[in-house]
Every structure is written in C-alpha cells, then in structure tokens.
C-alpha cells in the first residue's frame, strides 16, 4: 500500500511563508504524478497545484507566482513552497499521489492516494 503524510501546517499572518511536506511510504512506483488540494469548510476540495511524474508543473491562478511545487525522488518527499499568504489561502492542505494503472485502489471508495491532511490558517 501507499501512505502519504503531510507536516508543516500551522497558524501564519498574511504575508508570511510556510512550506508543506508530503512524504510517500509503502508501494511508491505505483505514484505518478503528485498534487496539493486544499479545502476550505462547507467548499469543495480544490486542485492548488500539480507536478508530473516527469516534473512538469501546474498551478491554479490564485497562487501562481506565490506558491511552488516541487518533489525529492530520493526522499519520496513532496513539497509545497508557500510565500505571501492570503487569508484566503486558509484550508486543510492535502496531499494527493494519482494512482498508476496497474496497481490496486487504496480502498473501494478511492481511486487516488492522499493524506489526512495538514490544517493551515492565515490571520489578516
């Protein structure tokens, strides 16, 4: 199985940086590409960035220029680079490792991996 872990969240003021860590565990070359998703309460969970299996990157317009994504093969780690936060930047930041074809789902109502999750608020 794949477990992937967020740390690094916490209480911030507008303006301020943060980085988020993922770290990928178990059956990692069933990992493709790799993403941060946030969810804000009562909304629904959002793609916030993405990077390929190849290292190609992608961000929502909202945090491009703020925010970078990047990853460690070597420490199956996964990073999110928080600069300028906004309190609109406030949400439960998950982690999320697209399943590759062949390998087994993590459970019969997932398709994907992802985290528990790690909180992140920014005060005005």
């Known amino acids: 199985q794949v477990q992937l872990v967020e740390s690094g969240g916490g209480l911030v003021q507008a303006g301020d940086s943060l980085s988020l860590t993922c770290t990928a565990s178990g059956d990692t070359n069933c990992i493709g590409a790799m993403a941060w998703y946030r969810q804000e309460p009562g909304k629904e969970r959002e793609l916030v960035a993405r990077i390929s299996s190849g290292g190609t990157t992608y961000y929502i317009d909202s945090i491009k220029d703020r925010f970078t994504i990047s990853k460690d093969n070597t420490k199956n780690k996964l990073y999110l680079q928080m600069t300028n936060v906004k309190p609109e930047d406030t949400a439960v930041y998950y982690c999320?490792?697209?399943?590759?074809?062949?390998?087994?789902?993590?459970?019969?109502?997932?398709?994907?991996?992802w985290g528990q999750g790690t909180q992140v608020t920014v005060s005005s």
């Open positions: 999320n490792g697209g399943r590759v074809g062949t390998c087994p789902r993590p459970s019969a109502d997932l398709y994907d991996y």
